[in-house]
């Protein structure tokens, strides 16, 4: 019978792994076994010693199982990158479209005095008695600003000829459940006269715009006047007129 040949002794991590000592008592026969597992490969003399014989499916060795879970993540690892060049190729999102409820530009606003109502303190209400009360139009300049909770338009009336006047009036505006409130209201002096012409007094008088956005980027609205002091005796009375806004221009 063919000897097994003497031992050499291994160096290196595998081998002190592998390795026998005095206190642990393992036999040749099983220190060879112990390298054999590690290079995946059996030793000479037992293939001298007995035939191989393939019986059944291969055996998964060790280092088999490393090969196959090397390519299998390399399968993993490629469909992922193809995952991300996927998603990289992606169309960027497009800009989202211009808001049109926003107040950015010149617009020109037409005041529909014959259809302004009259109520005064009393409840009374009436009509027609405004056309031709006031212009028949203005021009305001106005610049939007918006934040994650609240958006404010500002800016001032222009002259007839859309050009800016010194001294002129400022707006401001806060877009709130869909409309455009004025939150700096003008205040302004009204003459009451009597039946010949002559004045009767002078009251002060607060005045206000409003507008709301429509889908086409136009406005509607209404200019709003209050009385409030009673120099002429109608205090409290309220004149609302309806209006229309639509932009000519970039805001000045």
């Known amino acids: 019978m063919t000897q097994p040949p003497e031992r050499e002794e291994p160096?290196?991590?595998?081998?002190?792994?592998?390795?026998?000592?005095?206190?642990?008592?393992?036999?040749?026969?099983?220190?060879?076994?112990?390298?054999?597992?590690?290079?995946?490969?059996?030793?000479?003399?037992?293939?001298?010693?007995?035939?191989?014989?393939?019986?059944?499916?291969?055996?998964?060795?060790?280092?088999?199982?490393?090969?196959?879970?090397?390519a299998a993540a390399v399968v993993v690892i490629a469909?992922?990158?193809?995952?991300?060049?996927?998603?990289?190729?992606?169309?960027?999102a497009a800009e989202p479209a211009p808001r049109t409820?926003?107040?950015?530009?010149?617009?020109?606003?037409?005041?529909?005095?014959?259809?302004?109502?009259?109520?005064?303190?009393?409840?009374?209400t009436n009509w027609d008695d405004g056309a031709d009360a006031g212009p028949a139009q203005d021009w305001l300049s106005l610049t939007s600003t918006c934040t994650d909770t609240d958006c404010i338009a500002s800016g001032e009336v222009l002259g007839q000829d859309q050009?800016?006047?010194?001294?002129?009036?400022?707006?401001?505006?806060?877009?709130?459940?869909?409309?455009?409130?004025?939150?700096?209201?003008?205040?302004?002096?009204?003459?009451c006269t009597y039946g010949d012409g002559s004045v009767a007094g002078e009251s002060w008088t607060t005045v206000t715009l409003g507008f709301t956005p429509r889908p086409d980027g136009s406005f509607t609205g209404?200019?709003?006047?209050?009385?409030?002091?009673?120099?002429c005796g109608d205090q409290g009375n309220t004149v609302v007129t309806p209006l229309t806004a639509g932009k000519v221009g970039e805001a000045v």
């Open 101 to 124: 409820d926003l107040l950015n530009g010149v617009y020109r606003v037409q005041y529909q005095w014959d259809q302004a109502t009259y109520r005064d303190v009393g409840g009374n």
């Open 222 to 231: 209404a200019l709003t006047t209050v009385v409030d002091t009673d120099e």
């Open 11 to 70: 160096t290196g991590y595998l081998a002190d792994a592998g390795a026998p000592t005095e206190m642990a008592g393992v036999a040749d026969a099983n220190t060879q076994a112990a390298h054999a597992w590690a290079f995946d490969e059996e030793p000479e003399w037992e293939r001298e010693k007995t035939p191989p014989v393939r019986i059944g499916p291969d055996r998964i060795t060790p280092g088999r199982i490393t090969a196959l879970s090397v």
């Open 163 to 191: 050009a800016r006047l010194p001294g002129a009036r400022t707006l401001t505006f806060r877009l709130s459940n869909g409309t455009w409130q004025d939150i700096a209201p003008a205040r302004v002096k009204s003459t």
């Open 79 to 92: 469909a992922a990158s193809g995952v991300a060049v996927w998603y990289l190729r992606e169309e960027p």
